[in-house]
């Protein structure tokens, strides 16, 4: 399926190069519909990324229509490369590499799992919605980050946030589109 250009084309490569090695992160600023939720996922599993990728949606619709979104956009059903998991839901396989979770769902995996055993980048969508969840998620993220899992990428993603605060938590560069 040819994808239909979208205004976060022009930064994937930026984004791609900053998380390349082991450990990056960065702020990825672009407006609604730019195509940040479905593009940059996309991006790192075609770049080779080793590890799952986790991309924390802060709402359950979001999480499942974001995941049908780029399943499509691989030509695959749903649950097979890409996957969700919501309350009450898990739509994945073992072939699953990007799944779209809620923060409920990220929380009780860091607290089953706390070194992420196999995740190789974790994408903080909607970072500016600011929910308890979320602001722990990414504390805990950090956290790993910088002790067990220096390895770890950790993106967040807003529309709407001022970036330099998160930027300066996860000591990393922002990277916006237009």
Known sequence: MALLPLPIDDVLPEVVKTLLPPGGSLVLEAPPGAGKTTRAPRALLDAGIEGDIIVLEPRRLAARLAARRVADELGEEIGQTVGYTVRFEDVSSRKTRVRFVTEGVLTRRVVA???????????????????????VALALLRRLQQTKRPDLRLVAMSATLDAGPIATFLGSKIVRSE
Do not use: T
């Not at 980048?121 to 929910?131: F, I, K, P, S």
């Open 113 to 135: 799992d706390p070194s992420l055993s196999g995740v190789g980048a974790v994408l903080l969508d909607e970072v500016h919605e600011r929910h308890l969840q979320g602001d």
